[in-house]
């Protein structure tokens, strides 16, 4: 259905909690690049795929200049969809397409909006446990390309997205693959230790 996104480079990737239809929503601003226009048109097809239109924005007045903010559950399908777009977000984090790490931006957004847009739920609990993270903790979700307070079909939308790319059978590496399913273990125990919201 959709090209191999073989030129897909992602050139900004933060956390974003922006108002939809007078409600805060949490989500991401994504902005990317492809180098072959049928790249290009197949991702904005995938990314208008997302559900309904209150999971994705193209936005123009985006603080730091346009991008498309799209919200949690649609960045988690997002990831399902794109097999490129894990690798993608990663060389992103790890510094290429921007002066400053994009890791530590992704990450000091994250506190930031984490803090102060009061979000609801679970992950908002976490969000303040985020701050006092293990580094084993903070490593998994860096592994997996994910804020602390990521929802949990976010956080499984990404690992079932790195096991597709690093699996053996699909061409990918074993190391890299048990790398993966171990962060998502260190995940899923500090998931279990976090005291729930009713």
């Known amino acids: ?17 922006i108002s939809v239809n007078y409600l805060q929503r949490n989500g991401y601003w994504f902005a990317f690049r492809c180098d072959d226009s049928g790249d ?7 990314i208008k795929s997302l559900c309904h239109r209150g999971e994705y924005q193209w936005r123009k007045d985006a603080p730091g ?4 903010w799209i919200s949690d559950l649609g960045m ?6 794109v097999p490129t777009l894990p690798a993608a977000i990663r060389a ?13 931006r992704f990450r000091g957004s994250n506190a930031h909006r984490a803090s102060s847009a009061g979000t609801a739920g679970a992950s908002s609990s976490r969000a303040t446990a985020a701050h006092s993270l293990s580094p ?6 860096e592994v997996l390309c994910l804020a602390p307070n990521a929802p949990k079909p976010i956080i499984e939308a990404a690992w079932r997205a790195w096991l597709k790319l690093t699996h053996p ?6 190391a890299q693959a048990k790398r993966v399913n171990a ?14 919201v009713a």
């Open 92 to 104: 992103f984090q790890q510094g290429s397409g921007s002066s400053e790490s994009g890791r530590s």
């Open 136 to 141: 084993k903790v903070r490593d998994a979700f």
């Open 40 to 46: 290009f048109t197949d991702m904005v097809a995938a």
């Open 183 to 196: 962060a998502h273990d260190v995940i899923e125990h500090w998931l279990d230790s976090q005291p729930h």
């Open 65 to 68: 200049g346009q991008a498309w």
């Open 169 to 174: 059978d699909a061409g990918g590496d074993l």
């Open 1 to 17: 259905m959709y090209s191999t996104f073989a030129t897909l480079r992602v050139v900004r990737y933060e956390r974003a909690a």
């Open 76 to 81: 988690g399908r997002l990831l399902a969809l």
